[in-house]
């Protein structure tokens, strides 16, 4: 059964640093591309950061950018998403995604992927 699972969410001060993990279960992760998503209840679901499965090229919404970094490790079918410099507006329900089909990140359209982890729940206070 191809299943994704995160963990590593939490609750954590305004300024601190989280990393959310997402390990991937009857199926090679290193394949895919993958992508972190988020949603805030009562909003749309919002890429946040992706790894490519063509090259392991990366992207990073531009609320993020110089604050999250994405990783793979391939040996244990898993992709990290380190938050650092955390802030109240990064809470949210934080999911994983695979794709085969999205070979190089370029937007985030959550009908391209395939597989998706339940979520993990981040909450910053300020």
């Known amino acids: 059964q191809m299943q994704l699972a995160e963990s590593g969410g939490g609750l954590v001060q305004s300024g601190g640093s989280l990393r959310l993990s997402c390990v991937a279960s009857g199926f090679t992760l290193g394949y895919y591309s993958v992508a972190w998503f988020r949603q805030v209840p009562g909003k749309e679901r919002e890429g946040v950061s992706c790894?490519?499965?063509?090259?392991?090229?990366?992207d990073f919404a531009d609320s993020v950018k110089g604050r999250f970094a994405i990783s793979r490790d391939n040996a244990k079918n898993t992709v990290y998403l380190q938050m650092n410099s955390l802030k109240p507006e990064d809470t949210a329900i934080y999911y994983c995604?695979?794709?085969?089909?999205?070979?190089?990140?370029?937007?985030?359209?959550?009908?391209?992927?395939?597989?998706w982890g339940q979520g993990t729940q981040v909450t910053v206070s300020s």
């Open positions: 790894v490519a499965r063509a090259d392991s090229s990366t």
């Open positions: 995604a695979a794709s085969a089909g999205v070979n190089y990140c370029s937007g985030y359209d959550p009908t391209q992927y395939d597989y």
